[in-house]
């Protein structure tokens, strides 16, 4: 009995003999359901010492990295709310006027804030700026508005000065304002410098031929023979035919090629200014109705007004698409 026991307690598992004498020896399970888990040909995740080409992978990794940030800032610019301009109408006060129209007001007119809210962006009335005044002096400039907007809508409103095209006044209630012209054309460059995208509505239109060296009918109605009338008491319920030019950009939006359009300007595109083309001309007398600049991805300008143009009316020309063109070139001129 004793001898049995001792010679059990001297005994000892050849696995465990073998691994005190030889530390570096691999130990050999007894086989089993657990030997499947140890399996020492398995590759380790961590990269080897021994890579020939560390900063290979690394730059891999980088570049993945910068792939997902990118696309990430992306979405976000993309979710990212418009944010547009719209350049100011100016009340100049008159001689002897008392309380606040004695002081300059400028504004905009509500429908059209209220037209290019209808798509879900904010708009922003740019106000004109004052770098030199004795009371409240500012360094911000028109160009700052042109960085941080990601468009520009020109109001209509009054006359474009002929001195503003090198002309003279044939009466003097066409004096158009001087001074609303210089913000706009500072306005209007600044933000065609940034490569973002301009709508001329109206004067606007107007404005943006000038910008480029072309000229304006004073007065459509004593200028053009055998005019319609374009301006009315009627204001904006007197309409007319246009149609597109072949192959305009504007044309491409609308089927049909031609639309009624509200008609409230007695001034129009005369001579065109460089790189500006004609988009639409009315049906009666050919006159100017739409024009844009050439190699612009959005610079375009419409002589009557859009935003009295009501939502869903069959009579007038739905002019949506042309909003939706503008906010889409927006959005792309953000990358």
């Given at each position: 009995?004793?001898?049995?026991?001792?010679?059990?307690n001297?005994?000892?598992?050849?696995?465990?003999?073998?691994?005190?004498?030889?530390?570096?020896?691999?130990?050999?399970?007894?086989?089993?359901?657990?030997?499947?888990?140890?399996?020492?040909?398995?590759?380790?995740?961590?990269?080897?010492?021994?890579?020939?080409?560390?900063?290979?992978?690394?730059?891999?990794?980088?570049?993945?990295?910068?792939?997902?940030?990118?696309?990430?800032?992306?979405?976000?610019?993309?979710?990212?709310t418009?944010?547009?301009?719209?350049?100011?109408?100016?009340?100049?006060?008159?001689?002897?006027?008392?309380?606040?129209?004695?002081?300059?007001?400028?504004?905009?007119?509500?429908?059209?804030?209220?037209?290019?809210?209808?798509?879900?962006?904010?708009?922003?009335?740019?106000?004109?700026?004052?770098?030199?005044?004795?009371?409240?002096?500012?360094?911000?400039?028109?160009?700052?508005?042109?960085?941080?907007?990601?468009?520009?809508v020109?109001?209509?409103?009054?006359?474009?000065?002929?001195?503003?095209?090198?002309?003279?006044?044939?009466?003097?209630?066409?004096?158009?304002?001087?001074?609303?012209?210089?913000?706009?054309?500072?306005?209007?460059?600044?933000?065609?410098?940034?490569?973002?995208?301009?709508?001329?509505?109206?004067?606007?239109?107007?404005?943006?031929?000038?910008a480029?060296?072309?000229?304006?009918?004073?007065?459509?109605?004593?200028?053009?023979?055998?005019?319609?009338?374009?301006?009315?008491?009627?204001?904006?319920?007197?309409?007319?035919?246009?149609?597109?030019?072949?192959?305009?950009?504007?044309?491409?939006?609308?089927p049909?090629?031609?639309?009624?359009?509200?008609?409230?300007?007695?001034?129009?595109?005369?001579?065109?200014?460089?790189?500006?083309?004609?988009?639409?001309?009315?049906?009666?007398?050919?006159?100017?109705?739409a024009?844009?600049?050439?190699?612009?991805?959005?610079?375009?300008?419409?002589?009557w007004?859009?935003?009295?143009?009501?939502?869903?009316?069959?009579?007038?020309?739905?002019?949506?698409?042309?909003?939706?063109?503008?906010?889409?070139?927006?959005?792309?001129?953000?990358?």
């Open positions: 009995m004793n001898e049995t026991t001792n010679k059990a001297q005994a000892e598992p050849a696995g465990l003999t073998e691994t005190s004498q030889t530390p570096n020896a691999l130990v050999q399970p007894e086989a089993s359901s657990e030997s499947v888990i140890a399996t020492p040909q398995a590759k380790p995740i961590v990269m080897s010492s021994a890579d020939p080409h560390p900063w290979r992978t690394m730059l891999h990794y980088m570049q993945a990295r910068f792939r997902t940030i990118s696309q990430n800032a992306a979405q976000q610019l993309t979710r990212r418009l944010k547009i301009g719209v350049s100011a109408r100016i009340f100049h006060p008159t001689e002897g006027a008392k309380g606040l129209s004695s002081k300059t007001l400028q504004y905009l007119e509500e429908s059209i804030a209220h037209w290019v809210m209808s798509r879900d962006v904010m708009v922003f009335m740019i106000p004109s700026v004052n770098t030199n005044g004795r009371i409240h002096p500012s360094n911000i400039r028109l160009r700052d508005y042109a960085k941080h907007l990601d468009g520009l020109l109001q209509g409103g009054a006359d474009v000065a002929p001195e503003s095209y090198a002309e003279r006044a044939t009466r003097p209630e066409w004096m158009g304002d001087r001074t609303r012209d210089m913000y706009e054309l500072e306005l209007l460059h600044e933000f065609i410098e940034a490569r973002k995208p301009l709508l001329g509505i109206c004067r606007g239109c107007q404005l943006l031929n000038v480029f060296g072309g000229t304006l009918y004073q007065d459509i109605a004593t200028e053009v023979p055998n005019a319609i009338a374009h301006v009315h008491d009627l204001y904006d319920k007197n309409a007319h035919e246009l149609a597109f030019m072949p192959n305009s950009t504007l044309g491409k939006l609308f049909q090629q031609t639309g009624i359009v509200n008609s409230i300007h007695h001034q129009a595109v005369k001579t065109l200014g460089k790189g500006i083309m004609i988009e639409a001309i009315s049906k009666d007398d050919k006159v100017v109705e024009i844009r600049l050439r190699d612009a991805k959005f610079v375009v300008g419409l002589q007004h859009p935003e009295f143009h009501s939502a869903g009316e069959s009579r007038l020309l739905d002019c949506t698409p042309i909003l939706d063109h503008f906010l889409r070139a927006a959005r792309e001129t953000r990358f």
